[in-house]
């Protein structure tokens, strides 16, 4: 009998030294969760910067290098005020996104959104031997985060020239409005994707630049599309891709449109 309540005493003992080891666990992986999504903060942020700073950095440049034609040098200067500008509310933006607070959504002309991005980029596509169409309706009108659209929409026309240099393609970004959404396209006619790296790319840190040299400063951190399906997710919307190998890839985003009562 003694034997047998001194093993009862040992397993519990046992359970509950086990029990403390579990809690301690939970505990530091809760702990090493939290640092990472400070240091997958601190990425996304690095990486929205960085889309940005190119351009800034070309209109300084050419600023300095044009510094008797004043009419030239007033154009660079504004559009670095710019980009400035867009840089503050994009910053705003991420945090207030990686916070978990809700940003107030507006109706949004598409096309006005895009031509602003082309605007910031600063080098024109046609210097890479890349052709822009831009096949979207005056009309279509998205209900979103305007600053944050813009992000996506920058990463994935980023992403879309780096996959066509240095030969050179076509860059296609349309959009077309059903009755309960909005769809945007961008299509590429680069390198493509492997089937591989098609599954897992929307993942944090899940790159296909890794293996190859690129021209841009922002490649290869693997948290662009990342951050970009975050942004669709918090809309409401999805985003998905479809790619071949040497021939082209699409980016496809749909975002629902408000339904009656929410669209103030």
């Given amino acids: 009998m003694t034997s047998i309540i001194e093993k009862r005493l040992s397993l519990h003992k046992s359970l509950a030294d086990q029990q403390k080891q579990n809690d301690a666990l939970k505990s530091h992986i809760s702990q090493l969760q939290a640092l990472a999504n400070i240091g997958s903060t601190m990425y996304m942020i690095a990486h929205e910067i960085n889309n940005l700073l190119t351009p800034l950095s070309s209109y300084a440049t050419f600023a300095l290098n044009n510094l008797d034609d004043e009419p030239i040098v007033k154009k660079a200067l504004e559009r670095a005020v710019q980009n400035c500008q867009r840089a503050s509310k994009i910053m705003d933006s991420m945090l207030t996104l990686t916070n978990g607070q809700k940003q107030q ?21 046609a210097k890479d031997k890349i052709t822009v169409n831009i096949v979207i309706a005056e009309d279509i009108v998205i209900w979103a985060v305007p600053v944050q659209i813009q992000q996506v929409l920058m990463n994935l026309i980023l992403n879309a020239r780096d996959a066509m240099l240095p030969r050179g393609g076509i860059l296609t970004i349309k959009a077309q409005e059903n009755s309960d959404s909005v769809q945007i396209e961008v299509t590429d006619s680069g390198s493509g994707i492997k089937p591989d790296d098609l599954k897992k790319i929307f993942e944090p840190f899940s790159t296909t630049k890794a293996d190859k040299k690129s021209s841009l400063q922002h490649s290869g951190s693997g948290l662009g599309l990342a951050f970009c399906k975050r942004i669709i997710d918090s809309h409401g919307g999805c985003i998905s891709v479809e790619s071949e190998l040497d021939k082209a890839s699409t980016f496809r985003i749909t975002l629902p449109k408000p339904k009656t009562g929410n669209n103030k």
């Fill in 105 to 125: 959504n507006q109706h949004c002309q598409l096309s006005s959104l895009i031509k602003e991005i082309f605007d910031s980029l600063c080098r024109d596509f």
